[in-house]
């Protein structure tokens, strides 16, 4: 029997800021989405909203350490970031009897542990513009360097400002983008080094587990990416044990899921999560989910 509690429709629950944690209840079949390194939920929530009203159970939570106070990030580490995606899937997991998660960037990576250490109650994974580290075409040369920085405290003396173009090809939603990031940090739209240092720690995490994933996972990557390139996908291609589908897009820049070429991740995104609720309506013969399309 379906787990989504009565509810008829997809209602959001009331988020104060952009920067709040978003669940919004539907079918069977749920969806988490993990933001990306340094953001929030807003990164995702176009996506999140056009699952929604396909019908899917949808959770964007906040990271810890994230938000409104980018400050409070530097005092977080990985494993708090991990502990708020394991509190959300235990909320999915209570309303669907599927779930795929997945996420944006180092988020999506981050899912990939929860993957390997809840596989029985992880369906599926969905991985935007994955980034095992950042190779793309807009990072400096000498952000390798920080390989070499051992302790956290003196990489924290650091700190890596954002630079054009911030993740985004299409200038409109850029200067949209941008002017919310002045607004929450006008002096400075980055990060301490110290940041990346848990970044690092956490892939090297998700790498040793990677082999034992057999879910299936979708893949959706830029050509263009300039934060990371196309090397991070071959390395997750090789080393995931389950089937991977992949998608190259050809005309955005990091942030899929706001950029140009939206529209068609959410349209590649439900032809995938269509896959678990066409096995959730056969197990269910008498439960009829009814899923709508983007369209609609």
Same mark, same amino acid.
């Given at each position: 029997?379906?787990?989504?509690?009565?509810?008829?429709?997809?209602?959001?629950?009331?988020?104060?800021?952009?920067?709040?944690?978003?669940?919004?209840?539907?079918?069977?079949?749920?969806?988490?989405?993990?933001?990306?390194?340094?953001? *929030?939920?807003?990164?995702?929530?176009?996506?999140?909203?056009?699952?929604?009203?396909?019908?899917?159970?949808?959770?964007?939570?906040?990271?810890?350490?994230?938000?409104?106070?980018?400050?409070?990030?530097?005092?977080?580490?990985?494993?708090?970031?991990?502990? *708020?995606?394991?509190?959300?899937?235990?909320?999915?997991?209570?309303?669907?009897?599927?779930?795929?998660?997945?996420?944006?960037?180092?988020?999506?990576?981050?899912?990939?542990?929860?993957?390997?250490?809840?596989?029985?109650?992880?369906?599926?994974?969905?991985?935007?513009?994955?980034?095992?580290?950042?190779?793309?075409?807009?990072?400096?040369?000498?952000?390798?360097?920080?390989?070499?920085?051992?302790?956290?405290?003196?990489?924290?003396?650091?700190?890596?400002?954002?630079?054009?173009?911030?993740?985004?090809?299409?200038?409109?939603?850029?200067?949209?983008?941008?002017?919310?990031?002045?607004?929450?940090?006008?002096?400075?739209?980055?990060?301490?080094?110290?940041?990346?240092?848990?970044?690092?720690?956490?892939?090297?995490?998700?790498?040793?587990?990677?082999?034992?994933?057999?879910?299936?996972?979708?893949?959706?990557?830029?050509?263009?990416?300039?934060? *990371?390139?196309?090397?991070?996908?071959?390395?997750?291609?090789?080393?995931?044990?389950?089937?991977?589908?992949?998608?190259?897009?050809?005309?955005?820049?990091?942030?899929?899921?706001?950029?140009?070429?939206?529209?068609?991740?959410?349209?590649?995104?439900?032809?995938?999560?269509?896959?678990?609720?066409?096995?959730?309506?056969?197990?269910?013969?008498?439960?009829?989910?009814?899923?709508?399309?983007?369209?609609?």
């Amino acid at each position: 029997m379906s787990k989504t509690n009565g509810v008829s429709g997809p209602t959001q629950k009331a988020a104060a800021s952009i920067h709040d944690s978003v669940f919004i209840p539907g079918g069977p079949v749920g969806v988490l989405l993990a933001h990306s390194l340094g953001g *929030s939920p807003a990164d995702v929530r176009y996506v999140a909203q056009n699952l929604a009203r396909a019908g899917y159970t949808v959770s964007c939570p906040v990271l810890a350490g994230h938000g409104a106070d980018r400050d409070k990030l530097d005092g977080t580490t990985w494993w708090d970031w991990y502990a *708020s995606l394991e509190e959300a899937h235990d909320q999915l997991r209570s309303h669907c009897d599927k779930v795929i998660v997945g996420g944006l960037s180092a988020g999506g990576i981050m899912t990939l542990h929860l993957a390997a250490k809840r596989a029985s109650g992880v369906d599926g994974i969905v991985l935007l513009s994955p980034t095992l580290w950042p190779d793309g075409w807009a990072v400096p040369w000498y952000f390798n360097f920080t390989r070499l920085i051992r302790h956290k405290w003196f990489a924290n003396l650091l700190f890596y400002a954002e630079r054009e173009p911030y993740g985004i090809k299409d200038e409109r939603v850029r200067r949209l983008v941008v002017g919310a990031l002045e607004q929450q940090t006008p002096d400075r739209i980055g990060f301490h080094g110290g940041v990346f240092h848990e970044f690092r720690w956490m892939v090297n995490a998700v790498k040793a587990g990677l082999g034992s994933l057999r879910q299936p996972t979708l893949i959706v990557h830029p050509r263009q990416d300039d934060r *990371s390139s196309l090397r991070n996908v071959a390395y997750l291609q090789e080393k995931l044990g389950g089937i991977v589908e992949t998608v190259v897009l050809d005309d955005c820049y990091h942030v899929i899921t706001l950029d140009k070429q939206r529209d068609l991740v959410v349209e590649r995104l439900l032809g995938f999560a269509g896959r678990f609720a066409a096995d959730v309506r056969k197990s269910q013969p008498g439960q009829p989910v009814r899923l709508r399309s983007a369209a609609e």
